[in-house]
């Protein structure tokens, strides 16, 4: 390797979202030197910045507590975990809290005058994490892709290789630890904030040897109008939806979207947010008015005229799977190796069904302090020698290739992929014999990506995105034929009932043999109860 510009450091958080941002304000609080190294604008690129979520924010009174944590367990296949929802709902209430109070963050008002702080606007808030990223004494890497981890010579993560985009250089960052706070994986479908969200994560993490958990629950697609890219879906539940010939679409709505799915295989779909009475509507655009920006550009009116939906994919993004955490600081099980945000698995708190906006803010919020916290303490644990390890980086397939590089386009990569993972026949109206035939496909684009598809500089982050996203592919429909039933929204159309003998979570791991297993620790029957 030459001209590569070095750095060390006692955390790396790779990221910008609002996970990385809270890991790293947590580990430079806690004495760590920080480098944070995002693959666009910290502040402005991911999900979160693009628009306003909800959070995950009761206030701790037992009986509102008991109703937030009661209300999904159904709906996640009773695959959550008490201790852990009781935990982000903890951290996340002092954390919102702390946003309001040293941060000044402009929370609106309620009608008795005080704040409410279930809400986020995501660009201010984005913008405000960056600033007290920055005050904390963190250095903060923008247009600085990573590619592949670095290990020592017993395995531990060590940092971090990539690319600078506007320098032109490539980087390496030795240090104590590394938080990979990187997203989910939407596959460049184009849902708003989602294309840089490629699952770089899951798979650097995988290739140091960690494992993931829940990758079944990745058939995620939002609600958006046709030709747009918000996918904003909270509002929908206040709609109707009709067919082309103006018929209601029966039984669609609410968190159901499969009869949409399914008609749209068909014909156009037609959508109104006609069950909003007049304060409702009011309120909804003071609380998400990047929502309506489409809608006005357009000249729509969507409390009173219809218009043409689709339904766009955002895999783990929405959904739930990720990096499996093996200890309450968010550890994985890779010795300083740490996960939070939707890189890691979100059914801790959700179990088997997506968290939305709301459970998934508060998850990033609280996994990226407790990770950053980890990472800090394994860090400053190992004393300055740290810095000085040996490392050897270890990105595989679109990185190294096994046999002599071609000219292969990593967008036909990434097209090819999108082909199996897209379309609603495969991944959301899934049937064992499909999700077979697009493995088959898969597993066939992955040993051709691992003999040939390789870069350096600019082009390895196309290339190591690409082998990103079709691991994730093949990741999460192993895991889906391994659940034979239907629980949270892993639904099988021909498995379609709950199996009270598959009540336990799926591991996944693996890159060219992938093997899905049980979870060890069973899930107590309570929970279900």
Known sequence: MTDVHELSTDVLVIGGGPAATWAALRAARAGAQVVLADKGYCGTSGATASAGTGVWYVPPDP??????????????????????SERVLDETYDR????????????????????LRNGLQGPEYMRRMRIRVRRAGVRILDHSPVTE??????????????????????????AGAVVLATGGCAFQSKALGCDVNTGDGALFAVEAGAELSGMEFSNAYGIAPEGTSVTKTAFYHFATFYRADGSVLEGAGGRNRSPIAAELLRDKVFCRIDQADEPARAAMRRAQPNFF?????????????????TLIAEGTVRGTGGIRLVTDECGTSVPGLYAAGDAATRELICGGFTGGGSHN???AIS???????????????????????????IGDVGARPE??????????????????????????????????????????????IRASLGG?????????????????????????????????????LDFPDQDPDQHHRLITGGLDRIWVRPEQATIPAAVAS
């Open 149 to 174: 981890l670095l290990v020592d010579a017993a395995g531990a993560v060590a940092g971090a290789a990539g690319y600078r985009r506007q320098a032109g250089e490539s980087y390496r960052v030795r």
């Open 367 to 393: 996994s990226g302090t407790w990770a950053g916290a980890g990472a800090a303490r394994y860090a400053l644990s190992l004393g300055a020698g740290a810095a000085g390890r040996r490392v050897t980086g």
């Open 96 to 115: 919102l809290n702390e946003l309001a109070e040293q941060a000044r963050f402009p929370f609106p008002v309620g009608p008795d005058g005080k704040q």
């Open 361 to 363: 803010a508060a998850w």
């Open 63 to 84: 009986e509102a507590r008991e109703a937030a944590i009661a209300s999904r367990a159904g709906l996640g296949g009773y695959l959550a975990d008490r201790r852990w």
């Open 456 to 492: 350096d500089g600019a082009e390895r982050v196309r290339t190591r995105q690409a082998a990103a996203m079709a691991a994730h592919a093949r990741w999460m429909y192993r895991a889906a034929l391994a659940r034979t039933e239907t629980r949270g929204m892993a639904k099988r």
């Open 403 to 448: 046999g002599r590089r071609t000219e292969h386009d990593p967008r036909q990569v990434v097209a090819a992929v999108q082909r199996e993972v897209l379309p609603y026949d495969k991944n959301y109206l899934r049937r064992g014999n499909v999700l077979t035939e697009s493995l088959t496909t898969l597993d066939a684009l992955w040993s051709e």
């Open 293 to 309: 920006l489409t809608f006005d550009r357009l000249g729509i009116d969507p409390f009173t005229e219809k218009f043409p939906i």
